[in-house]
């Protein structure tokens, strides 16, 4: 059955017709080759943060970065990883079939939930892994305070 594009039904919901519009444009794109936009690259590397009472731990996936072309500087609650991943060299004559892991510099930026020790801040560098001890100033622990009966 042949419908108009635009043609509202008494009986349907009036945005149903643009939400199909929407999907058909999406569909179109995809096609093509096109990325949605709400669809972004993953951020490199990937990090996990988690935190307790006594700091924070920070891991990142660096795989195939050495570890002295890795820079980490703390200020306050702002920690700033950046760094470098060289190309593989090809042998001679060869060339690439399929290529997806990048090279150059990189950074990251995170604002951390409190402000840390940075003389204290220790970084383990084993197996690709990144693994960076953020250890809470000491005046941003939680203080256990005593109730007193009058």
Do not use: C
Not at 42 to 57: K, L, M, R
Not at 117 to 126: K, S, T
Request: hydrophobic share 35%; proline share 7%; aromatic share 10%.
């Amino acid at each position: 059955m042949f419908r108009r594009p635009f043609q509202v039904y008494r009986s349907q919901n009036p945005w149903r017709e643009i939400d199909r519009m929407q999907r058909e444009m999406g569909r179109l794109f995809d096609d093509f080759g096109y990325a949605p936009r709400n669809r972004m690259a993953p951020s490199f590397p990937a990090i996990n943060v988690w935190t307790n009472e006594d700091g924070a731990v920070l891991t990142a996936e660096l795989p195939g970065v050495n570890p002295e072309d890795i820079d980490i500087s703390v200020v306050g609650e702002i920690l700033k990883l950046t760094g470098s991943r060289q190309p593989e060299e090809l042998g001679e004559g060869a060339k690439y079939h399929r290529r997806e892991r990048g090279f150059g510099k990189f950074t990251r930026t995170f604002q951390l939930p409190f402000a840390v020790e940075a003389e204290q801040v220790e970084a383990v560098f084993d197996k690709g892994i990144l693994h960076i001890s953020l250890p809470r100033a000491e005046a941003e622990k939680p203080k256990k305070i005593t109730v007193k009966a009058a």
